[in-house]
């Protein structure tokens, strides 16, 4: 199959392009710079520059492709929304447009799960949950828009939409910023770290995109987890400890803090400090809002289940 792969060179696009080259597939990415070009060809993906906000320029490469694979985004929780409502909304949407232009004939975006957090529970959740009126990140937010967009275009692919919880494994920058912290003592668990989190492997979430590839009917949205919700403390402090990271004992309590995340996010807007504050209401709401979702839909439209074990994923993580 010959796919087409944005954000190739992230977190999540470059353990997609491996399993694709490993599987026999032809990929192509795009790049933004010229700076990634000789590491992509090397492993033996063919490189197109440009950039999404400018796809007649490029477009013509899409001729032929069966799929494109939509990972990029800035994976930011804080900054300038119209930086976000470019970068997400209006760029996959021009990407969606070329698809359409060119005649590819599937379309994958991976959006994710901050579309529903605001502040309530997200406890067995399904694809009938209606979105909040506004997430609490301006990435949330965007990948909200960007999905009611792609879904309410008229398009000739079959548009599929992955909304993974948070995404682990080796590499992932989070563990380092949160490792970070907690040697800095800026760590703190949230009522003891006891609400209820879902986390998917790196490698699960690919294992869901390359169903995708040849499954699912259009405008499907479909959740990708581990499948093993558990306590936030108990999952985080696992990374940690994998990361060679003592577990932090520090605790706040939720309301104070969900307090504290209001006044600092107002502080920061009304002085336009374009730096991330130290506490928003996504980190927040990272360690401390539950989360558990339904896996229904993908099990069965899909066939999807998890490649990846925690335990196994853990020995990835300390090898």
């Known amino acids: 199959m010959r796919v087409f792969v944005t954000g190739a060179t992230g977190f999540l696009g470059s353990a997609l392009t491996e399993r694709l080259l490993r599987e026999g597939h032809s990929v192509t990415a ?49 900054g300038v929304w119209e930086d976000f409502h470019r970068d997400i909304v209006q ?25 529903l957090q605001d502040v309530k529970p997200l406890l067995d959740i399904d694809k009938t ?43 992932v920058k989070a563990l380092e910023t949160m490792a970070a912290k907690v040697r800095s003592n800026d760590f703190m668990w949230v009522d003891q770290g006891r609400s209820i989190m879902e986390m998917v492997h790196v490698d699960n979430v690919v294992e869901a995109i ?9 405008k499907s949205i479909y959740y990708v987890t ?24 520090r605790n706040i309590n939720g309301r104070i803090a969900s307090v504290a995340a209001r006044i600092i996010e107002t502080l920061w807007k009304a002085f336009g400090i374009r730096s991330a504050p130290p506490l928003s209401r996504f980190e927040l709401a990272f360690v401390s809002q539950p ?24 020995k990835t993580l300390r090898n």
Not at 64 to 76: K, L, N, Q, S, W
Not at 140 to 169: D, H, M, N, Q, S
Not at 210 to 218: E, M, N, R, V
Request: glycine fraction near 8%; aromatic fraction near 8%; charge should be positive.
């Open 30 to 78: 795009l790049l933004r710079s010229e700076s990634g070009r000789a590491a992509q060809e090397k492993k033996g993906v063919r490189v197109v520059l440009g950039l999404l906000t400018d796809t007649t320029s490029w477009e013509q490469n899409l001729q032929g492709m069966d799929a494109i694979v939509h990972c990029a985004a800035p994976v930011e929780f804080w």
């Open 91 to 115: 760029g996959s949407l021009a990407l969606l447009h070329a698809a359409s232009r060119m005649q590819v004939k599937r379309f994958i975006y991976i959006s994710s799960e901050s579309v």
């Open 129 to 171: 949950e209606p979105y909040p009126e506004m997430p609490n990140s301006f990435y949330g937010r965007a990948k909200k828009e960007a999905e009611i967009a792609l879904l309410a275009e008229p398009a000739g692919c079959v548009r599929i939409i992955l909304r993974p919880t948070f995404i682990w494994g080796p590499g």
């Open 210 to 218: 390359l169903l995708s590839l040849d499954k699912g009917a259009d």
């Open 226 to 249: 581990d499948n093993n919700a558990m306590p936030a403390r108990e999952f985080l402090g696992k990374l940690l400890v994998a990361a060679g990271v003592e577990l932090p004992a």
């Open 291 to 314: 989360r558990r979702y339904k896996l229904d839909r993908i099990r069965k439209d899909l066939g999807y289940a998890p490649v990846r074990s925690l335990e196994d994923g853990l």
